[in-house]
């Protein structure tokens, strides 16, 4: 402040002056106060208050005034928002007037809002749809009826889609095997009257679907169409969708789903996946069902075949009573006799086509899951691969048990050859330990194999018979020990009587003798374990899976090697399995006749450079099925693959297409099956040495010999593996090249 005295005009402008820098200190002092509540110490909502000013000063107090409470809104705008996101509410934005960096700041905020919303919404929508597709896998699994499956699907699917009524058409066939579409499940339909409806392929959108393989979508939905009702409401459908339900390009359901409001993309992808699974589901049921009308049916027939034996039996003691009535009873044996061997022919013959039948379409399933499990364009999950080798797993499981079935069949007929060659009892024991030493340490299981003092260190048997058994036994023992051991013995045997002659002898006899600490068997069904399609527990709930063929094949060929198999248990305890065999093997059946359908083929191993590109081969076979995995196979490595559906076309394709390499043969075709084919073939002088390669799913005795005679290259059983059938046409394609070579 001016301080000096003054008086008159001068003391007026001293006064003046001074009051306006009490004025101006005041102002300074309210504008820093605020500016540091503000800036420095982040308090908003500060307003500059200056006693008694006017003009300029107080416009610069409501300028400095008006920024902060700008700076206090907005700021308290952005925090207030902010809060709520970080509280998972994404439903709020910044409205906030503003300008320059700060309009920037709330702009990037709410477009960060909006970008965190939208992918929420998506995670959301993908774990719902994941969530859902495992829920209806495992509610499918174990299903064994059709029309169950069906209506489970219907009563949880409807709703969880949005939609009030649903439909579930099943395709089967009519009087005349024509496709037709059946209503076997529904929710909340209301039947029109005249029973369940039908549809024909083309009839309706149900049949177009089904005949388009194609899912149809109306949004524009009729006012005539069907309402959608309660006791208190009646309503029309805004939208109806038509999915087809397929397998493998088969389609095997048609299911139609009606709401009130449109089914969003999430819903729409989730069904897709959804028809897969359940054609799957679907697909399997069918193949159960059919697998267990055939094991009834072979049940059945091995019923009639004791049926029979029996009264033969009976016949038989009536000839040794009756001398008078020899005559009469010898021709009633004959009679009997025949009807035996007629039987026993048509059980081979239905076995034959069972195989067929079963390793046609197993084929296509081995050879397509295997491609698909080694995931070569790396487009499947984990969770797919698992899901393929599943598949695979459970094709090798089936065949498995068609393979037994076939060597019980085998057994029974005489037609199991046994070749006995002198085995060194150590070498036995190396075997098995190798086999089953991994498996012991998966089952975290105690295990060993030992050679008592004193046991021969040779024996003469059939070295893969033996192993066939003991394996089983072994196999067995693992399948139903949790926990603590599993052990083998092998000992000689003396001083004891056995229910069979070759034992009884006083030639030397050997043991071997498999204990478990499993969950043992009851006394009771210690004998029932040995009859074919038999085990302890034969519960629909039972705990351990399997055929109750294992035993029983073992028990047979057990008496065809001379000996027998005794069992000791005690259930919680565990089991004694012990094979006791002649130490030299003797021919007690005059064997035997020999099946060469089963001789050991050498396989051939593929190089792994070996080169298929620019080969050209020519898949003979009536199943689209089979030509459809040959060709996935063969395509994949560079194969160019021609087809025909039976012998007669592919000899026609042959004549008229060039540079052909190589010929896969199907033998039972209709119009010129494969063996006619080949003979054909190789009366053409210029197809004369292609190598055509015998395939069939028939496998029974004579077929192997059969198509040697004809003129095939090789031979080879459905279902094939694609590693074993590419090697095998990959050393045929090189013969050729050697040949073709030599010779020019």
């Not at 008006?66 to 709020?92: F, H, M, P």
């Not at 309402?227 to 095997?252: C, H, Q, R, Y």
């Not at 086509?353 to 999950?381: C, Y």
């Not at 590693?723 to 010779?743: C, G, N, P, V």
Request: contains cysteine.
């Amino acid at each position: 402040k001016i301080t000096v005295d003054v008086k008159g005009e001068i003391l007026e402008l001293k006064n003046t002056i001074n009051t306006m820098v009490d004025q101006l200190s005041s102002f300074a002092a309210e504008v820093t106060r605020v500016a540091k509540e503000v800036g420095t110490e982040g308090k908003l909502g500060g307003q500059a208050d200056v006693k008694g000013v006017s003009g300029v000063w107080k416009d610069l107090t409501d300028n400095v005034n008006q920024l902060a409470g700008n700076l206090t809104t907005q700021v308290r705008a952005i925090a207030e928002v902010s809060t709520a996101v970080t509280k998972g509410d994404l439903t709020r934005h910044i409205t906030v007037q503003a300008q320059g960096e700060v309009a920037a700041l709330k702009d990037n905020i709410n477009q960060m809002i909006g970008n965190l919303k939208d992918t929420t919404q998506k995670n959301k929508e993908q774990d719902w749809l994941k969530t859902h597709l495992a829920k209806f896998t495992e509610m499918m699994q174990g299903q064994r009826s059709m029309v169950a499956v069906a209506q489970l699907i219907m009563s949880e699917l409807t709703p969880l889609v949005g939609a009030f009524q649903g439909t579930f058409f099943l395709m089967e066939g009519d009087a005349n095997n024509l496709p037709i579409l059946k209503l076997i499940a529904s929710y909340a339909y209301q039947d029109k009257g005249g029973g369940p409806p039908s549809y024909r392929l083309k009839q309706g959108l149900v049949g177009q679907c089904a005949f388009e393989k194609k899912r149809i979508l109306l949004t524009a939905v009729p006012e005539n169409s069907a309402p959608i009702s309660s006791s208190l409401v009646t309503a029309k459908p805004k939208n109806v969708i038509v999915l087809p339900v397929l397998f493998e390009g088969d389609l095997k359901a048609v299911i139609e789903l009606a709401s009130f409001e449109p089914f969003n993309q999430n819903i729409s992808n989730f069904l897709n996946q959804l028809m897969d699974n359940i054609g799957v589901i679907l697909n399997m049921i069918s193949s159960i069902v059919r697998t267990e009308e055939l094991l009834q049916q072979l049940k059945k027939s091995n019923a009639e075949l004791e049926e029979q034996a029996k009264e033969l039996n009976d016949k038989a003691k009536l000839l040794e009573l009756k001398n008078s009535e020899v005559e009469l009873a010898s021709r009633s044996l004959e009679e009997k006799a025949e009807q035996l061997s007629l039987i026993s022919k048509y059980k081979s013959e239905f076995l034959a086509n069972m195989s067929h039948e079963l390793r046609t379409p197993l084929n296509s399933l081995l050879l397509l899951s295997k491609t698909l499990a080694g995931n070569k364009d790396g487009n499947l999950s984990p969770e797919q691969v698992q899901f393929v080798k599943t598949i695979y797993s459970s094709g090798c499981d089936l065949l498995s048990l068609i393979n037994e079935i076939l060597d019980l069949s085998k057994v029974e007929a005489g037609k199991m050859r046994i070749e006995p060659t002198e085995i060194r009892v150590t070498e036995l024991q190396e075997h098995l330990m190798q086999i089953f030493r991994p498996v012991a340490e998966t089952r975290s299981l105690e295990f060993s194999v030992d050679v008592a003092d004193g046991t021969p260190e040779f024996m003469f048997a059939d070295m893969s018979r033996l192993q066939q058994i003991l394996k089983n036994l072994l196999s067995n023992a693992f399948k139903f020990t949790e926990k603590g051991a599993v052990s083998m013995k092998m000992f000689g045997v003396s001083g004891r009587k056995f229910g069979i002659d070759t034992l009884n002898d006083g030639k030397p006899v050997l043991a071997f003798s498999v204990t478990d600490t499993g969950i043992g068997i009851a006394h009771e069904k210690q004998q029932l374990i040995f009859e074919a399609f038999q085990q302890a527990d034969g519960t629909t709930s039972r705990r351990y899976g399997g055929t109750g063929l294992g035993l029983t094949i073992s028990r047979e060929i057990a008496r065809l090697l001379g000996g027998v198999i005794e069992v000791e248990s005690e259930p919680g305890v565990g089991s004694t399995f012990t094979l006791y065999l002649p130490q030299r093997y003797s021919n007690i059946e005059p064997q035997m006749t020999h099946d060469i359908a089963i001789e050991h083929i050498p396989i051939p191993q593929l190089p792994a450079d070996a080169n298929f590109e620019g080969s050209r081969v020519l898949v003979i076979d009536d199943d689209k099925r089979n030509i459809f995995a040959v060709a996935a196979v063969l395509e994949a490595r560079g194969v160019e693959v021609l087809h025909a559906d039976n012998g007669r076309d592919g000899v026609r394709i042959l004549r008229e297409t060039p540079d052909i390499n190589l010929a896969l043969m199907d033998i039972m075709m209709p119009e010129m099956d494969g063996i006619q084919a080949i003979q054909e073939i190789r009366q053409i002088p210029s197809l004369n040495q292609l190598p055509i390669i015998a395939l069939t799913a028939k496998a029974m005795k004579g077929d192997r010999e059969k198509c040697f005679q004809a003129g095939a290259s090789d031979y080879v059983t459905k279902p094939v593996d694609p590693d074993y059938l590419l090697a095998l046409i990959y050393d045929w394609m090189k013969r050729q090249e050697i040949s073709k070579q030599a010779s020019a």
